[in-house]
């Protein structure tokens, strides 16, 4: 089940039914769902579910389950299995018989796609980049061609590095939308060309601080009149109807559809 990722208010009222429902909960950190719970006031027998206990945790929860007792999974904010433990157990758990059951809410990379206004049909869940310089540099080359909005989470110690390397990977023409402290006090949305990014950073020492979540433009879609655009709608146009050659070549070269939809119209005027 999704929890707060910063106010306490950001649960749903759905959510406080189950936690005051179930019989146990599997916490990441026992601590901090301990403080949600006696936020709202409830009392429950909390279990220890993180990355390093994952596959031993596995065996306690399904006794429980096996003796008819009820339970819900709590990663420390947001939704377990979304750059947190918890797919493991979900998997046993399922395997074993059980149903499992999502109960939806608050998600910071959604959360920030939606504060970021950026004019994108479709977004690259990434999450955490590889802590190693060279895996980080690999992954990066690998997405650097994509059309899609690219969503990273960072930690601050590492958040300024990573703008660093986003810039050389994908070119400092990029927009990026740096989202911190999401739902908390000091949150705070900035939005800018890659290269000035971690100039940005570096200009304040509180930008460096909290949690992050990092987007960055996809790679520019092709001009719709460019050479490639007008050869991929020649060869589909000679076969297809205007809408489907459209649709093919908006998926094939990343266009816009209404752009691309104007040149065909053009062509087939010309023609």
């Known amino acids: ?10 649960i749903s009222l759905r959510a406080l039914d189950v936690l005051k429902g179930v019989e146990a909960v599997a916490a990441e950190d026992t601590r901090v769902t301990g403080r949600l719970l006696a936020h709202y006031g409830i009392d429950k027998c909390l279990i220890a579910v993180h990355e ?11 006794a429980l389950l096996g003796a008819g007792k009820s339970l819900a999974l709590a990663c420390d904010a947001g939704t377990p299995a979304v750059s947190d433990p918890g797919a493991l157990l979900v998997a046993a758990v399922r395997e074993a018989g059980y149903t499992v059951t999502p109960v939806p809410g608050a998600n910071a990379a959604v959360a920030a796609f939606a504060a970021a206004g950026l004019d994108s049909p479709h977004f690259l869940f990434y999450g955490f980049l590889p802590a190693k310089a060279g895996e980080r540099r690999r992954a990066l080359a690998a997405l650097a061609p994509l059309p899609y909005a690219l969503v990273f989470y960072e930690a601050p110690h590492r958040v300024a590095e990573c703008l660093n390397e986003l810039d050389k990977a994908l070119g400092g023409t990029r ?13 705070s949305i900035h939005v800018c060309p ?3 990014a971690a ?3 570096a200009g304040d020492a509180d930008r460096g601080r909290g949690e992050f979540v990092l987007i960055v433009e996809g790679t520019p879609a092709p001009a719709p ?10 060869a589909l146009l000679a076969e297809l109807p205007l809408k489907q050659a459209v ?3 908006a998926k094939i070269g990343g266009g816009r559809k ?8 053009k062509m087939k005027r010309d023609s």
Request: glycine share 2%.
């Open 225 to 234: 009149d460019s050479d490639a655009a007008r050869r991929t709608l020649q």
């Open 258 to 265: 209404n752009e691309l939809y104007r040149l065909a119209l």
């Open 247 to 249: 649709e093919l070549a």
């Open 199 to 201: 100039a940005w950073v």
């Open 1 to 10: 089940m999704a929890t707060p990722i910063g106010n306490l208010r950001d």
């Open 175 to 187: 927009r990026v939308v740096i989202a911190r402290e999401l739902t908390k006090m000091f949150e």
């Open 194 to 196: 890659l290269a000035e």
């Open 52 to 62: 390093h206990n994952e596959r031993r945790a596995v065996k306690q929860v399904l």
